[in-house]
């Protein structure tokens, strides 16, 4: 089946240090993903996406992911977080089944603290 | 620019009531969608529209779930009767061509639905 599995519930980190959140896929040919962040009372908003092209994806906010064909992966990171970086991130792929489908992951939540 | 819009951003009823959520997307954008977001997961997809089309229902719990999206700009999706499962988030989203796979979707703040 085609999926997407964030394996971390929730992510906690120090201001100013670096943050990882991790995100793996399984699809049948070549795949599509995207990043979303989900503020509280607000909407999905997107963050990045990977196409084709650099491995290496650059998006809003100085956020940023790594596309690792080999290990199915594609985690979002960022240089250096902030407190208001703090939200609830998706992974998504889109998956072509007879029509594109979007699939999400089950979501990260990111504590940034002070 | 206005975003998508959803409304109300809150309901609360009864089981074995019906209950119906409008969706107004971005001016332009062909395709839309709605998902299901329970507690502590990812949006599910409900629904894809292209234009008035319904190309995608087949998450859909038909029995008791309906959608139109008439001239193909807004969308109501309607439960009746509701269940106490179906306490959720809606979210509608939208976007320029759905069936291009660089388009990502635009997401309104969704419509929390609690049925007790």
């Known amino acids: 089946a085609q999926s997407v599995a964030q394996p971390e519930d929730q992510v906690n980190v120090a201001e100013g240090n670096p943050l990882t959140v991790k995100c793996t896929y399984s699809?049948?040919?070549?795949?599509?993903l995207f990043w979303y962040v989900q503020y509280p009372n607000r909407g999905l908003q997107f963050l990045l996406k990977?196409?084709?092209?650099?491995?290496l994806v650059k998006g809003s906010y100085g956020f940023e992911a790594e596309f690792n064909k080999s290990q199915t992966s594609f985690h979002l990171k960022k240089p250096s977080a902030l407190v208001s970086d703090s939200a609830l991130y998706f992974c998504?792929?889109?998956?072509?089944?007879?029509?594109?489908?979007?699939?999400f992951g089950a979501g990260t939540r990111l504590f940034v603290k002070a | 620019e206005a975003g998508v819009v959803q409304s109300p951003r809150y309901k609360i009823i009864e089981k074995k009531q019906p209950v119906a959520f409008w969706c107004n997307p971005i001016?332009?954008?062909?395709?839309l969608y709605w998902y299901r977001q329970n507690l502590g997961q990812g949006p599910e997809l409900l629904i894809r529209?292209?234009?008035?089309?319904?190309?995608?229902d087949s998450q859909l719990p038909k029995d008791r779930f309906s959608a139109e999206r008439l001239k193909g700009v807004d969308s109501t999706l309607k439960i009746q009767p509701a269940e106490l499962g179906d306490s959720a988030v809606y979210l509608c989203?939208?976007?320029?061509?759905?069936?291009?796979?660089?388009?990502?979707?635009?997401f309104g703040q969704g419509t929390r639905l609690t049925v007790v």
């Open positions: 699809v049948s040919g070549n795949p599509y």
């Open positions: 990977y196409i084709t092209g650099d491995n």
């Open positions: 989203a939208s976007s320029l061509l759905g069936t291009a796979l660089n388009t990502e979707a635009f």
């Open positions: 529209y292209e234009n008035e089309e319904a190309v995608d």
């Open positions: 998504a792929v889109i998956v072509n089944t007879g029509g594109f489908k979007t699939i």
């Open positions: 001016s332009g954008h062909n395709t």
